[in-house]
Every structure is written in structure tokens, then in C-alpha cells.
């Protein structure tokens, strides 16, 4: 019998701190605006990804570089406030988070983010040890990382834990035998769009698919989002109806439900209803970790709206 690893899921890739200001609206070029509210969250599609998982019951860690700065103060603070444990993170003096500053427009919910990479992830490809793959079930990543995919995967695979990537830049295809290598993929229909030169849902999942590939999923906003499991019909779940005040952190949020539904061993199909459900949940408050769900709350969330279904699309 395998020995059960510590960890459900260990995260390595962005965290942030983000500075949130809120406006009326987005401001036009050389012209002023009134701040209305501003705070200071966590963030990062890791470091959220791993508060959002941890808060549906998954025992979680962080692995990365953090300094004795401010800002990964906070980022510990946070981590511990939520259950996340830190002790895989490597203490660099001089590493950061990222620093962000986010514009968030009140009346539609969206936001534009600024954002600084100086002294993140201070870490060389021989600075990642073993031991975060022989205490992990699954890990979750992300491109901000990316020129570290060929030693993750090659580590993965030396000690049979599940692979989760978030990404974000097209970049990600300068390393096909890596990203082939991934199980669950995640990533906006633009960028699986740009990726494979094609526009219908259908299509990218085709191309996107491979032979280790448990799962790929394309998220579209209030389209919903599609998915594929590996050899099987694409499939549309339809987004959840919320009236969003800030989508800030929703695809971060995606990422770590859909992780944690898989660890609670809940099949492909109810991990996309749990990570589609959270991140609606999450947009209805603002940035981007204070309106994610714990589990009963998602449950209960998911079970008022019946008329969410997934269903097959045509090829």
C-alpha cells in the first residue's frame, strides 16, 4: 500500500500582494479620478490558487523564494492566517512577492493590474529539491515559473504526483515535451486560441490534447468554460449567474477548487462545477481572495443552481 504523501498540494509560482484601489471608473488618459475604497490583499495565481483549495479543505504548502521585505512579511502572515504551510519556502534576504497595484472599475467588475517582478523567484533550476515532489499528491504551478517546466515534470514523474499548471503566456510552447507531460491544463480560451491557431472550443482541446493529458480546460468568463478529458467529447459548463463586482483572482480561484475537488476524489466534471462555482462566488466580493468559499458554502452554492448542467457540444 503507498504511503499517503503530507500534502494534498504544494504550489510553487506567483504570490503577490496587491494594493486594490476602486473607482467609478476607469480613468481616461492625463484626466483624474477619486479613489472610493483601497486595501491590501494577497494574491497571485498561486498563492490563490492554494487559499481557495485550503479553504475547501485541502491541506496545502508553499514552496518559493520570500525575504525579510514588507511585503513577504505579509505574504507569510496571510499564508498562516489561512492553514498554508511555509516551510518548504526557501528564505532568500533579498526575494519578493510580487507587488501589485490594481485598478478596479466599480461599475463593470473588471480590473487592470500593475504589477512589479523585481527579486521574485530567486531560485535556479538546482535550488528545487525532491522533497516537494515525495510530500505531494498533486502540484500546482504556474508560467511565471516557466523556464523551470522541464526539471518540475522530470520531478513529478520520479515520484508519481499529479500535475496541475496555470498559464498565461504562449511562451509555455518553447517547452511541448514539458506541457505535453502536464495532466490537468487550465488556461483562457484566448491563449488556448493563440497557442493553436484555431478559434472553436472544439478544436484547441483537440490540439491541446496528449497522450499523458488526464484533462484540459479553456475558461471563457461569463461564457462558462470548456473542457476535455483525456480521449473523451468536449464539454460546455455554462458560467454561474452572479451579478460580479470584481473578477479579480477568478481564474486563480478556478485553479484551486478544481484542484481541491479532485483531492476529495470528486470526478473531472464536479471539478469543473467547483472551480467555475468559486470563482462566481468570488467575483461577487471584492479582490481577489476575500469572496472564496469555504465548502459548505460552495455546496450549497452549486446544489441552489441545478439548472447548471454540463453538456456535449458538437465536433
Known amino acids: 500500500m503507498q504511503k499517503k504523501k503530507p500534502f494534498d498540494v ?11 484601489l476602486y473607482v467609478d471608473q476607469y480613468p481616461e488618459s492625463d484626466s483624474k479620478v477619486e479613489v472610493r475604497q483601497r486595501e491590501r490583499q494577497g494574491g497571485g495565481l498561486i498563492g490563490t490558487g492554494l487559499v481557495a483549495a485550503a479553504r475547501l479543505g485541502v491541506k496545502a504548502a508553499y514552496f518559493g523564494s520570500l525575504g525579510v521585505d514588507e511585503l513577504s512579511k505579509f505574504t507569510r502572515s496571510e499564508f498562516d492566517n489561512e492553514g498554508i504551510d511555509t516551510y518548504m519556502a526557501l528564505n532568500i534576504p533579498e526575494a519578493k512577492p510580487i507587488y501589485s497595484t490594481i485598478i478596479t472599475d466599480q461599475q463593470s467588475g473588471e480590473r487592470t ?11 535556479s533550476n538546482d535550488d528545487i529539491p525532491p522533497g516537494i515532489f515525495v510530500d505531494a499528491q498533486y502540484f500546482i504551478f504556474d508560467s511565471y515559473v516557466l523556464d523551470k517546466f522541464p526539471r518540475l515534470v522530470s520531478l513529478a514523474r520520479q515520484f508519481n504526483t499529479i500535475l496541475i499548471a496555470d498559464v498565461e503566456s504562449e511562451q509555455v510552447m518553447a517547452y511541448p515535451q514539458a506541457m505535453g507531460a502536464i495532466q490537468y491544463l487550465i488556461l483562457s480560451r484566448k491563449l488556448g486560441s493563440q497557442i493553436t491557431g484555431e478559434e472553436k472550443a472544439e478544436r484547441i482541446l483537440d490540439r491541446l490534447d496528449t497522450p499523458d493529458r488526464q484533462c484540459t480546460v479553456i475558461t471563457e468568463g461569463k461564457y462558462g468554460c470548456w473542457f476535455k478529458p483525456h480521449s473523451s467529447d468536449v464539454l460546455h459548463l455554462p458560467a454561474y449567474p452572479v451579478e460580479p463586482v470584481d473578477t ?4 486563480d480561484v478556478f485553479h484551486g477548487a478544481f484542484t481541491a475537488a479532485l483531492v476529495h476524489g470528486k470526478s473531472i466534471e464536479a471539478a469543473v462545477k467547483w472551480g467555475s462555482a468559486a470563482a462566481a462566488l468570488k467575483a461577487e466580493q471584492c479582490g481577489g481572495r476575500k469572496g472564496i468559499p469555504d465548502l459548505p458554502t460552495l455546496i450549497d452554492f452549486i446544489d441552489s443552481h441545478p439548472e447548471n448542467q454540463v453538456k456535449a457540444i458538437d465536433s
Open 10 to 20: 504544494i504550489g510553487y509560482g506567483a504570490v503577490a500582494v496587491d494594493d486594490i
Open 248 to 251: 479579480t483572482g477568478c481564474g
Open 113 to 123: 493590474i500593475f504589477y512589479s517582478l523585481a527579486n521574485f523567484d530567486l531560485i
